[in-house]
């Protein structure tokens, strides 16, 4: 009997379950509202995170240090603020904190002031605003932004240049991207700073405008080219003049940018670079500012000269049914020229030897999709493109054990005879049909053993009775 009632429970739970199951076998779509916006930390947040510096607890100590250190760019204001707010704290204190807790993981010049002071708290006023320092430094160094160093190598001045080691260490790691910040530091009032700042560029090899440029970072780059105007440095003109044609227009908008706030200073500069370029001199009432718009604008058509000559070996190329020549001509016509006018032009060959690779490479068919579509939105193609895209992110879906309807719901809708995707939405249907029969006829077949399970349990048990009663 009660093996008969433990397989009826066993039964039942099953047909419970089964519909719940079945529903689940395709994956809903990701929300689209589940990650949340980063908003700017505020101070009174940055408070909140900072306050178990202060708890008797190392491990609760190191967490929120970790916390800290990994905010980003966006924290740079209210960090800012708290650091204004640790300088107000007594200089005789906060030195005796950084040094007991330098005595105590010993004196090398590559100590992590932070981590000393994470692991060994003292009971003097000083700890707080030390700590709360070495844990921010972290969090400057972290972000990597000019920004951000700019207030890091601020705080190489504090508190009787107690910090000053840990800075340099900071620094030292962050390499190229700390040329910018110490560039700028010739603008700080502190000549002790600004010396020391020198020597730092000096240790890095940056000393000169001509070295302090030598990164393959476009965004440093980029940075050193406005730190030099940000300090006016006349020596710099050279080296910023240099890069105002440059085939990176990252670079290239800084370097006219920067140019720019020379104002009349670069006069000169600019007559003899446009005498350079274009083969005549510039008229003698001309301002520096109209100069060097016209210079830019004779670099600009020498420029789109190579790049228009690249735009038609391309289509060449694709006249020829060289797709992947022709492609990469104009991968090489939109590093150098992003916004170029005729970027229309160049979309059909993308489309093509995209569907060249659906089946082949779909992963690089999608991005060449994706380009397409981004180089011209008011194209007449560009419901077929997105179709197209929506049909590889439903097989990558599929791909990947996801068998999602809507890419390929979505895909008709953008074009009502894209057929690839009717022919997989019209499987994906049929299998879930043919799921949901299987369902039916377990579940028909389930209840008849249960049913004659009942009957067992009901009629058979009543004929014993009468047998166990006669042998009593």
């Not at 419970?16 to 101070?43: C, F, N, Q, S, W």
């Not at 420029?303 to 070996?313: A, C, K, M, W």
């Not at 579509?373 to 193609?381: G, N």
Request: charged letters at 30%; aromatic letters at 4%.
């Amino acid at each position: 009997m009660r093996r008969y009632a433990s397989l009826v429970v066993l039964l039942s739970t099953l047909l419970v379950g089964l519909p719940a199951h079945a529903e689940d076998d395709t994956e809903p779509p990701a929300d689209k509202h589940g990650a949340r916006a980063i908003e700017t930390l505020t101070a009174a947040d940055l408070d909140r995170m900072l306050a178990p510096l202060a708890s008797d607890d190392v491990e609760a100590r190191r967490g929120a240090a970790k916390t800290v250190e990994a905010l980003g760019q966006d924290a740079i204001p209210a960090i800012a603020k708290q650091l204004a707010a640790q300088r107000k704290a007594s200089t005789v204190s906060v030195q005796a904190a950084v040094k007991v807790a330098r005595d105590a993981a010993g004196k090398g010049s590559d100590t992590d002031l932070c981590s000393a002071l994470l692991a060994t708290k003292s009971d003097g006023a000083g700890y707080r605003p030390a700590v709360t320092t070495a844990v921010l430094l972290r969090a400057l160094a972290h972000a990597g932004t000019t920004p951000g160093l700019r207030q890091l190598v601020k705080v190489a001045g504090d508190h009787g240049n107690v910090f000053r080691p840990e800075v340099a260490r900071h620094l030292k790691a962050l390499g190229d991207k700390a040329v910018p910040a110490l560039i700028e530091t010739r603008k700080e009032p502190s000549s002790e700073l600004r010396h020391w700042s020198t020597s730092q560029l000096e240790g890095m090899g940056k000393r000169i405008p001509g070295d302090a440029v030598q990164t393959k970072d476009n965004q440093v780059l980029a940075d050193v080219l406005r730190a030099f105007a940000n300090v006016h440095d006349m020596d710099a003109l050279p080296v910023i003049l240099s890069f105002v044609n440059s085939d990176r227009i990252q670079v290239r908008g800084a370097a006219r940018e920067a140019l720019g706030q020379f104002g009349q200073d670069a006069v000169w500069k600019l007559r003899e670079a446009y005498s350079n370029v274009t083969g005549k001199a510039a008229p003698d009432g001309w301002p520096a500012a109209q100069i060097a718009m016209e210079l830019f604008a004779a670099y600009d058509r020498i420029r789109l000269q190579e790049v228009y000559g690249l735009l038609d070996e391309g289509l060449a190329k694709e006249k020829e049914g060289k797709l992947e020549e022709a492609v990469a001509a104009f991968d090489k016509v939109l590093a150098r020229q992003p916004m170029i006018e005729r970027r229309g032009e160049m979309v059909a060959a993308y489309v093509a030897y995209a569907e060249q690779l659906e089946e082949s490479d779909p992963p690089r068919a999608l991005a060449l999709f994706r380009k397409a579509a981004r180089l011209w939105p008011e194209s007449p193609r560009v419901p077929h493109i997105e179709a197209e895209i929506a049909y590889l992110e439903g097989k990558e879906l599929l791909a990947r054990g996801i068998a999602d309807v809507e890419p390929f719901q979505r895909a008709l809708r953008l074009e009502p005879g894209h057929e690839k995707s009717r022919a997989e939405l019209n499987r994906l249907e049929a299998n879930v049909e043919e799921r949901q029969e299987r369902i039916r006829a377990f579940a028909a077949a389930g209840a008849v053993v249960v049913v004659a399970l009942a009957g067992i349990l009901l009629f058979g048990g009543g004929r014993r009775r009468p047998r166990r009663a006669a042998r009593a």
